[in-house]
């Protein structure tokens, strides 16, 4: 999600698509020419170009208001070798891939570059996209409010408040706009962007949430693709398609935090906890405990307190990449002490307005959620009590609870029809997109996906968190088009 991303009874979906144009008509649409320019921000490289693509905001009405999807490419740097465009499609949801082609797209090896345009964007609701924003409270951009940790003693009565407030002012603030964020949306952009771009067909990278979107491409346009990679993946169920993701955190931690335990038990270690991988677990456990009956003052950080739940937060946020294990062993030594480090760094507010916005706007436009506060304590008690590290937030009730709109249409489902063209990599230990979710969706696209499990810990496989034997498979594929005949497991 790239920090923004995903029981008794469910509510039923009963939204269905309002005339909506098929993806056929939507792809033989002749699609306005880019205008491409020099881009803003002096730390680009020179050779990345932005331009804007023009969009329906309503696709059941492409006649209607046009939104601006903000675009960028770096050219294929070997033009007789050049392949096509393959898109860099960003986590979140509310993450941006438009500066990428200067960033992560220059991490590619050499063939790869010379392959494809690169290509990046700011999904629609995203500045410098036609932007929007839910005009929230401050202390709601917490994350310990859009990740909904319940009260100390379990309660979620102050979450069902927070969800009320936060989609009241969603209602109040995000306008139309608001109303077509969604998956399927952003499917439908890519493929406008692909007709733009002059292509028949392109690729793909899509990361974390990406990979959703990027399954969502392929079932809805399967032969406008060429090759996808799906790195760090989401759990495609349907009816759970956005909740999933806040609910495999459970699993996620699991598999994540005797990693950092045994890091933050190692001899030598500056940052050392305790003197083994349990004691560490139990510090943790008592430490959140203690801060949830006595917090501790936290001047600059939002909130301004170091208590339980910020805490729990600091250990999610910190098991998405080892290089974070620091983050959150040092504010553990602190509060033993009573103490709190320097407040964190936050962006700008209009940024994580902005982000928020598209972050909820995405996952509650998609599925419909319960309403009943009945389904989330009982969701959080049976959580609670076989998970302690995450206190039962994973399934607790983020701001879709109150959401005041219905799905405008059914969520994608992912199948197995289309060609055989998509390959998913996965870390073995990954706190956002766990195996277990990626193993789901390798079973949804059957014959068409071939799974590399890399044996590595973090979020974000394909250069990044992942090994040379899992980046060498997904480079070759990238360049040639050559896949393992089966699945792999990388070590």
């Known amino acids: 999600m790239t920090q923004i991303k995903r029981n008794a009874a469910l509510v039923a979906v009963t939204a269905v698509a309002l005339g909506m144009v098929t993806p056929l008509a939507v792809a033989v649409e002749k699609a306005p020419a880019l205008d491409w320019k020099k881009c803003a921000g002096s730390t680009l490289d020179p050779r990345q170009q932005c331009a804007t693509l023009e969009v329906p905001m309503d696709y059941a009405h492409p006649g209607g208001r046009k939104i601006g999807i903000a675009v960028s490419r770096i050219p294929s740097e070997n033009p007789d070798a050049r392949r096509g465009a393959l898109f860099l499609i960003p986590g979140g949801p509310g993450g941006s891939s438009l500066n990428d082609p200067s960033g992560k797209g220059q991490k590619l090896p050499q063939e790869v570059r010379g392959a494809y345009d690169l290509i990046g964007f700011a999904p629609r609701g995203l500045a410098p996209s036609t932007s929007v924003s839910c005009d929230l409270q401050h202390s709601d951009l917490a994350l310990t409010k859009s990740r909904p940790w319940p009260a100390p003693d379990g309660s979620v009565a102050e979450n069902m408040a927070t969800a009320q407030r936060m989609s009241d002012a969603c209602a109040r603030n995000g306008g139309e706009l608001i109303r077509h964020i969604s998956t399927k949306n952003n499917a439908r952009d890519l493929d406008r962007l692909r007709a733009a771009l002059g292509e028949r067909k392109v690729s793909g990278w899509g990361v974390s949430y990406g990979t959703y979107v990027g399954a969502a491409y392929a079932e809805m346009f399967p032969h406008r693709t060429d090759r996808f990679v799906l790195d760090s993946n989401d759990n495609p169920d349907p009816v759970r398609a ?29 940052d050392r906890l305790a003197g083994t991988a349990t004691e560490v677990r139990a510090l943790f456990l008592r430490l959140a405990a203690r801060l949830d009956r006595e917090p501790i003052p936290w001047p600059g950080a ?45 962006p700008p507010e209009p940024v994580l307005q902005n982000g928020a916005a598209v972050g909820a706007g995405t996952i509650c436009n998609d599925a419909v959620w319960p309403r009943d506060a009945a389904v989330y304590e009982k969701g959080v ?29 059914t969520p994608v489902r992912i199948t197995d029809r289309g060609p055989s063209n998509i390959l998913l990599v996965q870390n073995e230990r990954d706190v956002a997109t766990p195996v277990s979710g990626a193993l789901k969706l390798r079973e949804a696209l059957g014959r ?9 810990t973090g979020h974000g496989s394909y250069l990044r968190n992942g090994n040379a034997c899992g980046d060498e498979i997904v480079s070759r594929f990238l360049a040639t088009g050559q896949r393992p005949a089966a699945d792999t497991y990388c070590r």
Do not use: H
């Open 448 to 456: 068409r996906a071939v799974m590399v499990t890399v044996n590595s």
């Open 381 to 409: 008690a049976e959580s609670r009590a076989k998970y302690p590290l995450t206190a039962g937030m994973p399934r607790n009730a983020m701001m879709c609870a109150a959401w005041p709109y219905r799905p405008r249409e």
């Open 302 to 346: 939002n909130p301004e307190e170091l208590n339980g739940n910020v805490l729990r937060q600091t250990m999610l946020d910190s098991l998405y990449d080892t290089d974070n294990y620091p983050t959150l062993a040092k504010l553990m030594l602190a509060a033993q002490q009573g103490t709190v480090p320097p407040a964190p760094a936050a």
């Open 242 to 270: 956005e909740r999933s993701w806040l609910q495999i955190y459970e699993v996620g931690v699991e598999d994540n935090f005797p990693e950092f335990a045994k890091w933050a038990s190692t001899p030598g270690n500056p």
